[in-house]
């Protein structure tokens, strides 16, 4: 779903996208927190996290300082909403039922992977190419948390069958 948008308000999928991201972070700030014994996973956990609350920054900043330029939204604003409710929900979920590291690695994972396309690229299209492109580079300094989590993952797996097996 494509829409052109021209406003001079506040951009509801930049809210709602913002909103997905304060989300994710405060789910990995809490993973952080509950890994803490394991220094390794609580490190990865709050450096995702921080990165998390960049892409909610990034949001902020597009909603603030381009109001006015003309852009497309790329996703179904409905989607994200569901996506929105579905973590809120999943936050109350880990925090009555903490998951072990593998799984909340593993499940972190799949929920990046699913996001992927309400990230500030996937959600906006900007008209102005420079306006896209300072995005596109902010968008850079951080792709790679994905990849992160799935080293990290590899390495408590094999942790686990070198001690069962």
């Known amino acids: 779903m494509e829409t052109a948008n021209n ?4 951009c509801p999928i930049f809210e709602i996208c913002a909103r997905i991201e304060a989300q994710t972070a405060e789910l ?16 990865l956990w709050r450096k995702t996290a921080l990165e998390e609350e960049n892409h ?11 109001r006015n330029a003309g852009f497309a939204v790329s ?3 409905e989607r994200a909403h569901r996506v929105c409710h579905k973590l809120g929900t999943l ?8 998951p072990d590291l593998e799984t909340a690695l593993s499940r972190a994972i799949e929920m990046e992977e699913s996001l992927a396309d309400l990230h500030m690229e996937g959600v906006v299209r900007f008209a102005d190419d420079s ?19 799935k080293r990290f993952l590899a390495i408590v797996a094999l942790a686990r069958t070198e001690m069962t097996g």
């Open 7 to 10: 406003y001079s308000g506040d």
């Open 131 to 149: 306006v896209q492109k300072i995005f596109k580079a902010m968008m850079r300094f951080d792709q790679e948390h994905v990849q992160s989590l």
């Open 91 to 98: 936050l109350s979920h880990v925090r009555q039922h903490p």
């Open 56 to 66: 909610l920054r990034q949001f902020e900043l597009a909603d603030r300082l381009y």
């Open 28 to 43: 990995y700030h809490y993973y952080s927190e509950l890994f803490r014994e394991n220094p390794d996973a609580a490190q």
């Open 75 to 77: 996703v179904d604003p």
